[in-house]
């Protein structure tokens, strides 16, 4: 990859930065993740493999083996396990089915580390939860950091994801729900948060040095006000031809996406959900381009600079697909190596209002397009517009 030109860095944090604290107040969470709890166990005589019925407070780590069913269980309407600063580790020999905290019923666990097991926080295959909060939890080094095995709501807070095989997940053909993302870091994980009929939204988070930010395979997944980089890949969205999954919507809002080695894997290299958004996001120098084949597009406001391609848009792959459509508005497209807007024929979206400049290919390409009119292009190397009418300035 390129080296990093640290004023289109800078320029997009201090954008991202300068507008995230009016997002994230409009997302707030209320404080009730902190509030006092009345611990009727104050966790002193707590042993792994225990179930807890009623709010504990745990006052010591735990060293349990991964032989055991699970490291402990809470079964209680309502109940809080609030780990006091402590650490629940797996001990022995690795073990994909061994499990840390399992949420059979319970509305919050907080405050603490679960290391080292086959699933770090997961449901049971018979819970039901409208809504389960995970608060102030470090969750390290699991086979998968949280994990839902029946049907939950999680609401995630000012959590730590790091060095697990998949951060978020789920039961394969066997739940559904969401996982609501607030305040939180995912760093050094194989794939932090796959999507299978699941619909995940990460406001104001961090995701660097993973091996894949996102699998959206079934499910609906967005990013607000978060920050993308230096993953080896964005994500994969597949297309499961007639299969029942499909990635519903990909939706990126005022995010910074930056210095990743690549948007998808090399041999998933382009996106297929059903519709595209991408609104008011920076997208800077990242080792390949944005190649997208949708149903739809919503691309508005953003700006693409200095990467090793900008734009591709292309119909999805399927029988009788229908040409791509929708707006893509309002965009820069800046000192990209080769073009920085393609539009793949026959797709048919209306590009207005766009701008693009420098770029070693074309600027704008886009031969079956509607021209919504207002673009600009100038200093392209392989020229300026083709398919709609761009002035110079």
């Not at 407070?57 to 006091?84: E, K, R």
């Not at 102030?136 to 939950?152: C, E, F, S």
């Not at 932090?192 to 499910?219: E, K, P």
């Not at 026959?346 to 509607?370: D, M």
Request: proline share 4%; charged share 15%; net charge negative.
């Amino acid at each position: 990859m390129k080296q990093t030109r640290g004023f289109a860095v800078a320029v997009a944090v201090t954008t991202i930065l300068t507008v995230a604290p009016d997002v994230q107040a409009r997302g707030t969470i209320p404080s009730e993740a902190d509030a006092e709890v009345t611990f009727t166990n104050t966790g002193h005589g707590v042993r792994c493999g225990d179930t807890l019925t009623t709010n504990t407070l745990l006052s010591h780590d735990l060293n349990c083996p991964s032989s055991a069913p699970f490291a402990l269980q809470i079964d209680g309407d309502g109940i809080v396990l609030d780990l006091g600063g402590h650490a629940i580790r797996r001990t022995g020999p690795a073990n994909n089915d061994s499990q840390g905290i399992v949420i059979a019923r319970g509305r919050m666990v907080r405050n603490g580390t679960v290391q080292g097991f086959g699933r770090g926080v997961t449901t049971t295959d018979s819970a039901n939860l409208p809504s389960v909060r995970l608060h102030k939890l470090a969750l390290l080094d699991n086979t998968a950091g949280v994990h839902n095995n029946n049907y939950a709501n999680f609401l995630i807070t000012d959590c730590r994801l790091s060095g697990n095989n998949i951060g978020l997940s789920s039961e394969f053909d066997a739940s559904n729900g969401s996982f609501d993302v607030r305040s939180s870091v995912f760093t050094h994980n194989g794939i932090a948060m796959f999507a299978d009929f699941h619909d995940i939204d990460a406001l104001d988070s961090t995701f660097t040095s993973n091996g894949r930010v996102f699998y959206c395979w079934q499910g609906v997944m967005r990013f607000r006000s978060s920050t993308i980089a230096w993953n080896d890949a964005v994500g994969t969205i597949p297309n499961d031809g007639d299969g029942p999954r499909f990635c519903s919507e990909m939706r990126f809002e005022n995010t910074l996406i930056a210095n990743n080695a690549a948007f998808a894997q090399a041999t998933l290299p382009v996106w297929q959900p059903f519709k595209l958004s991408m609104i008011d996001s920076l997208v800077v120098h990242n080792g390949t381009g944005l190649q997208a084949s949708t149903l739809s597009v919503y691309i508005d406001g953003n700006t693409f600079h200095d990467n090793a391609s900008g734009l591709t848009l292309s119909d999805r792959e399927g029988a009788e697909p229908p040409p791509l459509t929708g707006i893509v508005r309002g965009n820069q497209f800046l000192a990209n190596d080769g073009d920085g807007l393609r539009v793949q024929p026959p797709s048919t979206p209306s590009v207005i209002n766009n701008l693009a400049l420098n770029n070693t290919g074309f600027g704008i390409y886009a031969p079956t397009a509607y021209d919504g009119g207002g673009n600009v292009a100038r200093n392209n190397t392989a020229g300026n517009c083709v398919g709609i009418v761009c002035a110079t300035y």
